[in-house]
């Protein structure tokens, strides 16, 4: 790729084998050009080293404290789902573009952690903020920032490097102006947000050789986990949704689960083991819906033999996951929207070794548990209140279910008309 030595890994087997048998060994990041300019090597999804290890660690270990895999959250998404369903309904059935309203549902949930507070979908600030970060996330997968990243030197010429970097400045100027507020009112033995948390790790850390818990990291975490905690699970639920109106007769399967199994009563996660049918779909809509199929890059940390190849430490890889999603020894229909891979002879869930949408090994999607209490819980309640059609001259074979492309990959803009169920 450009003057950079690439190695891809393709199949199940070969992924597995790489990113969880050699899970040290494939655990490190490139220093990819524009993240290097914008990130300066601080964060948690492209730092490296001892900076990635620390701050992981405090990534994890706070979301869990801030209730992530807990009734505290879940909590959160059950409120906001209310929000979210509130809006839809209020479209009565007419043709509605839904990456906006996704988008801010599914951010209010990981901003409720990071700031402590939630935002009106409609309010200008908050949609400013993702419009920013949906464009960043769109930018990211261009062939010109791709270009830009092998040759640096031609960035002065490219347009999409200029806006991602224009871009990046405003989301963390936001950022910055937030933990300076938050800083007003610290309360170490109160701490209502991830950033206070922060903020209280760093105060303590003050005096010390702390070249962890400063400024920078801290913009660049909350960065991070905004855009990673929103964009791929409302990418995913905007996914599930198409494919439902695409395939009727499997969404009437999940409303009829649903009505068996809740009623009306609103859906908690403990329901999610007495509904296998919904769980295999929504299953099946990440495997399908693919949608980060090159897997972000990594890098070996020491030399390394795999399938009896060796790859020196310093290399930069690509892990395919569309080639695990879609790996034919692994799927009967890996080409095909079926929720049976997930299913027995009898109708149980069956879980799949090469289920991989959140990755695997050290580098693990780490907000994997929050994603999916989220797709569960809003897909359920969702389809538990409205019933998805196209709008009025579609037809359901008409919906284009073909991948786009990028970094992250959306479904083909549509509209859908939610309507209510009595």
Not at 376 to 404: C, E, K, M, W, Y
Request: net charge neutral; aromatic share 10%; proline share 5%.
């Amino acid at each position: 790729m450009g003057p950079t030595t690439v190695v891809v890994l393709s199949g199940y087997d070969t992924v597995k084998e790489a990113l969880v048998n050699h899970a040290d060994a494939f655990a490190g990041r490139p220093k990819i050009q524009i993240v290097k300019e914008t990130g300066k090597g601080k964060g948690v999804i492209f730092s490296y080293g001892e900076n990635w290890k620390v701050m992981r660690r405090f990534t994890l270990t706070t979301l869990r404290d801030f209730g992530m895999g807990k009734k505290a959250i879940e909590d959160r998404v059950v409120e906001e789902y209310g929000y979210l369903a509130d809006v839809i309904e209020s479209q009565k059935g007419k043709p509605l573009e839904m990456t906006l309203i996704m988008n801010a549902a599914v951010a209010n949930v990981i901003v409720s952690i990071l700031l402590g507070k939630r935002y009106d979908y409609e309010d200008p600030t908050f949609k400013r903020l993702l419009s920013l970060m949906y464009e960043n996330i769109r930018l990211f997968g261009r062939p010109s920032v791709s270009l830009y990243n092998m040759f640096p030197a031609l960035g002065f010429f490219l347009k999409d490097r200029k806006a991602f970097i224009e871009n990046m400045k405003e989301v963390n100027a936001f950022i910055k102006a937030t933990f300076i507020e938050h800083l007003k009112v610290l309360d170490r033995n109160d701490q209502r947000s991830f950033i206070d948390a922060f903020l209280v790790r760093q105060q303590e850390e003050n005096g010390k050789d702390n070249v962890f818990f400063d400024n920078g990291n801290l913009t660049e975490v909350v960065r991070n986990l905004f855009a990673a905690g929103t964009d791929t699970t409302s990418t995913t639920l905007r996914w599930g949704l198409l494919l439902m109106m695409k395939y009727p007769e499997i969404q009437k399967k999940v409303q009829d689960e649903i009505e068996q199994v809740l009623g009306s009563n609103p859906p908690r996660t403990e329901h999610r083991t007495q509904m296998p049918y919904t769980d295999a779909v929504i299953h099946e809509i990440q495997r399908f819906a693919n949608i980060l199929p090159l897997n972000l890059p990594h890098e070996t940390t020491e030399d390394v033999t795999l399938k009896g190849y060796f790859i020196p430490k310093g290399t930069y890889v690509i892990p395919l996951l569309t080639s695990v999603l879609r790996d034919k020894s692994q799927w009967e229909k890996p080409d095909t929207f079926y929720p049976e891979h997930f299913l027995d002879s009898e109708g149980k869930f069956v879980k799949k070794d090469a289920f991989m949408p959140f990755s695997a090994g050290r580098r693990i999607c780490a907000g994997e548990t929050l994603a999916k209490m989220e797709l569960f819980l809003f897909f359920t309640r969702l389809l538990q209140r409205f019933t998805f059609h196209p709008p009025p001259g579609v037809s359901a074979s008409d919906l284009d279910i073909s991948h786009t492309t990028g970094l992250t990959v959306p479904p083909v803009t549509h509209e859908v008309c939610a309507v209510p169920r009595s």
